[in-house]
Structure formats: C-alpha cells, structure tokens
C-alpha cells in the first residue's frame, strides 16, 4: 500500500539550531517527493520537490532534503531554525503518471522556542 | 509560476443548507483537479478526483451525493456540499496538475476554503 509516514508528530527546537523532520515512504513505483509547510489557517506552500537526479534537493527558506532510496526516506532539513519558521510540515508522495493525487503524511508541528 | 484560485476562503452557513466552493487554475489548463479535506491539526486526505468533461473518482467513504463535483472546464471545478451539517464542517482545499507538457507531478494548491455549518 502507498503511505507517507511522519514519525514525529511534534518537535520543538532551539532557535537558530538545526532541524531534521523526518518522512518514509513506502510506494510501488519512483515516486516524486515534496515537503509543504502550512501556518495556522492557511493553505500549503511547497517548501521543495524531487523529482529525479540530484538527490539533495534545495527548496526555499534554506530548506533542503535528501532522497535515500535505500531508506525510503526523504527526511527535511534546516541548518538554522527561525522562530517563523513555527508551522505544520507535511511530506507527500506522488506518482509520476498524470491523474494521480499526492499522498500526504500526517505531519509534523513545529514549535520554536528562544 | 502555476496558480490555484479558491472562492470562498471562508463560509458560515446554516445547517441544511448548500454551498459552493470554485477551484480556479488561473495560468495553466488542469485536466485534473483534486479535492481534499482537512480536519484540524490533522493530515489531509483525498476525497475525489475531478476530471473535465467526466464524473469525478471518489475515494472510499466519500459520500459523492453530498460532496458534489463538477469539472465544466479546464481551468475550474466544484465542490458542493449539499445540506451541510456541523460536522461537515472542515477545511477544503483543491489543487491542480498541469496539462500535457506541464505535467511535472506537482499539485498546486488553492489556498483553502474553511467551511462552518452551524
């Protein structure tokens, strides 16, 4: 069955320290990978996508990922939090074919403290 | 960049009564749309799939006689939710694949619509 998980369902840290959430998947064929970041009452924003090649990919707001196909994994990285950065994360999945929808993990909450 | 328009971002209505959400793709044709709802602080999960010119795909356990949707277009479907109930209430939100050599695998995403049944 094709499913995103998220472990960790909140983590709080430091600001200005560093941050790794983490995200598993489990899908039949090469999947395309994305991290989305939702504020409170908002929609998503994607942070970053894999598509193929390079498998550390850079996204926006010094976000990066890496795709380990070995571990099933595409865990979300940031050198530095800030404190804006306090939002829900979210990991997807989706199939290269047209017509298909992205599978979602359950997310991650991020709390920054100071 | 691809952009995903949602109307309403907010509605309160009453219980018994229907409503409306548009899902716009404003620069790109989107053969597909999908629509997803959101409880609160919780994942978001697939309801249908809206192809143009087709019925939608429902996922199992979506009830597609109240869940409505309409894919008149390439650049606009709806979702209406017919005699909306309180626990109807929840966050929708649609998004968009490109079409034909746009087709990236990437969904963009309307910014919600926060639904309220009283």
């Known amino acids: 069955a094709q499913s995103v998980t998220q472990p960790d369902i909140h983590i709080t840290v430091s600001e200005g320290a560093s941050l790794e959430l983490r995200c598993n998947y489990s899908?039949?064929?090469?999947?395309?990978l994305f991290w989305y970041v939702q504020s409170p009452g908002q929609g998503l924003q994607l942070l970053l996508k894999?598509?193929?090649?390079?498998?550390l990919v850079q996204g926006i707001k010094g976000f990066e990922a890496e795709f380990k196909r070995s571990q099933s994994s595409f865990n979300l990285r940031k050198p530095s939090v800030h404190w804006s950065d306090a939002a829900e994360y979210f990991c997807?999945?989706?199939?290269?074919?047209?017509?298909?929808?992205?599978?979602f993990g359950k997310g991650t909450t991020l709390s920054v403290s100071s | 960049g691809a952009v995903v328009s949602q109307h309403p971002s907010r509605v309160i209505c009453k219980s018994g009564t229907s409503v409306k959400i548009e899902c716009r793709s404003l620069?790109?044709?989107?053969?597909?749309m999908f629509w997803y709802r959101q409880f609160p602080k919780q994942s978001l999960m697939l309801m249908a799939t809206?192809?143009?010119?087709?019925?939608?795909?429902?996922e199992q356990g979506v009830e597609k006689d109240k869940f409505l949707i309409n894919h008149a277009s390439l650049t606009l479907s709806t979702l209406t939710v017919t005699s909306a109930h309180p626990e109807d209430s929840s966050f929708y939100i649609c998004?968009?694949?490109?079409?034909?050599?746009?087709?990236?695998?990437?969904?963009?995403f309307g910014e919600g619509s926060r639904l309220t049944v009283l």
């Open positions: 620069d790109f044709q989107a053969t597909t």
């Open positions: 997807a999945v989706g199939a290269h074919q047209a017509g298909t929808a992205l599978i």
């Open positions: 899908y039949g064929a090469t999947p395309y």
């Open positions: 894999y598509f193929s090649g390079d498998t």
């Open positions: 998004s968009a694949r490109g079409f034909r050599g746009q087709n990236t695998g990437e969904l963009f």
């Open positions: 809206s192809n143009e010119g087709s019925k939608a795909t429902y």
